[in-house]
């Protein structure tokens, strides 16, 4: 199988220069041998989410971009230079997760029993036609399975399954989730159904509506209708979700939220004088749809919490024997609960045309892209 395998790989890098702009470049690169415990993978299929276009763009305005040499690049604002300042001149490798077969495997049984197999992983650098990686880090696919089945199979199953296990251990029984049209979403409308667990899905427009209905979910509220925090404090009230996982980020919504959680507390218990109910109240942001600041306006007691959420910290959380039964939940339920659909599939070279930077930044609900590496 390594007789094939070339000595050199492309590889895209997102680069912060040191005259203020953001650069996407497609470099080749040596194809690392594999240490013992190591693999090589042949990259077939890596999707682009929204945690990696955070790292790819950045703040550049990506209607901005111009076509280089094997490169894209566009200013950043100078009044954002600030936000970037630690990444001047340095070269991040982007993709945060992939699919593809093993092609050489280091002299570690581990790493040998991957040897020919396809295998998904997330570790960062899988825009790329080959990756090498511990051995450890690889999920195996199941059985008739391909690496374009495979390559969504951990940023946004994990995360699915992070937040029912964040409420479950932080004592909440039901959640809330906004931007839950998205392919995140649709995974855990899907998961808290087989589990049982009342879920809010905030959209933003009658499709969307229409899209989780036909899914099975029962509590879908349109932040576009104007009857938006009735519905919202209603559907609350019903499920006791006092634990929100916000995608949008910055605006009104979370703050929204908030209100609605103790209009809908307050409906069952007295308010503690000025300091409105004793419900605790919880709103994690793991994502930045919006990137204006986050407004609260005051008016949810004084028993509440914003904080953000990463996938990384809660696996830290509960530690390498859950992350492991996780992975292996994610794995069984590959072509079912968790899922990808994607509307576009693109090469490592059309990722950096600027048209193509443009479309696939606008992160449409359902608008998921897929880049080939070896196409």
């Known amino acids: 199988m390594s007789d094939t395998i070339p000595t050199t790989a492309k590889q895209l890098f997102s680069t912060v220069t040191e005259d203020g702009r953001l650069e996407l470049a497609m470099r080749t690169v040596p194809v690392a041998e594999p240490g013992d415990d190591e693999v090589l993978i042949r990259v077939d299929a890596a999707p682009i989410n929204p945690s990696d276009l955070g790292v790819m763009l950045t703040v550049a305005d990506s209607n901005a971009f111009e076509a280089g040499e094997n490169s894209a690049s566009a200013a950043i604002p100078e009044a954002m230079l600030r936000h970037v300042a630690s990444r001047k001149g340095v070269s991040i490798p982007i993709g945060n997760e992939g699919a593809g077969l093993v092609v050489k495997a280091g002299s570690a049984p581990a790493a040998q029993a991957l040897l020919g197999k396809t295998v998904a992983l997330a570790g960062g650098g899988m825009y790329a036609?080959?990756?090498?990686?511990?051995?450890?880090?690889?999920?195996?696919?199941?059985?008739?399975?391909?690496?374009?089945?495979?390559?969504?199979?951990?940023?946004?199953?994990?995360?699915?399954?992070?937040?029912?296990?964040?409420?479950?251990?932080?004592?909440?029984?039901?959640?809330?989730?906004?931007?839950?049209?998205?392919?995140?979403?649709?995974?855990?409308?899907?998961?808290?159904?087989?589990?049982?667990?009342?879920?809010?899905?905030?959209?933003?427009?009658?499709?969307?509506?229409?899209?989780?209905?036909?899914?099975?979910?029962?509590?879908?509220?349109?932040?576009?209708?104007?009857?938006?925090?009735?519905?919202?404090?209603?559907?609350?009230?019903?499920?006791?979700?006092?634990?929100?996982?916000?995608?949008?980020?910055?605006?009104?919504?979370?703050?929204?939220?908030?209100?609605?959680?103790?209009?809908?507390?307050?409906?069952?218990?007295?308010?503690?004088?000025?300091?409105?109910?004793?419900?605790?109240?919880?709103?994690?942001?793991?994502?930045?749809?919006?990137?204006?600041?986050?407004?609260?306006s005051r008016g949810f007691g004084m028993s509440w919490s914003i904080g953000g959420f990463l996938l990384t910290y809660f696996l830290q959380r509960v530690g390498q024997e859950e992350t492991a039964k996780l992975r292996a939940k994610v794995g069984a339920e590959l072509k079912t609960t968790f899922a990808s659909a994607y509307t576009s599939r693109i090469t490592l070279e059309q990722a950096i045309e600027p048209a193509m930077i443009a479309a696939y930044n606008r992160r449409a609900t359902g608008a998921k892209y897929l880049i080939m590496p070896q196409a």
Not at 274 to 291: D, R, W
């Open 129 to 296: 036609t080959y990756r090498t990686a511990k051995a450890s880090a690889c999920m195996v696919v199941p059985e008739g399975t391909s690496a374009e089945e495979g390559a969504s199979s951990f940023v946004n199953p994990l995360t699915a399954l992070a937040m029912v296990g964040t409420m479950r251990l932080d004592g909440f029984k039901a959640l809330i989730h906004t931007a839950a049209a998205s392919n995140l979403g649709q995974m855990l409308v899907k998961l808290c159904l087989a589990e049982g667990i009342d879920l809010i899905n905030i959209v933003r427009s009658q499709e969307q509506v229409d899209l989780l209905k036909g899914l099975g979910a029962k509590y879908v509220v349109d932040s576009s209708q104007p009857d938006f925090m009735k519905s919202l404090t209603e559907a609350i009230g019903e499920t006791q979700a006092f634990l929100a996982f916000d995608a949008i980020g910055g605006g009104r919504l979370a703050g929204q939220i908030l209100t609605a959680m103790e209009a809908a507390a307050l409906k069952t218990q007295k308010a503690n004088g000025p300091y409105g109910s004793t419900q605790h109240k919880q709103v994690y942001l793991y994502g930045g749809l919006n990137t204006a600041p986050t407004e609260l």
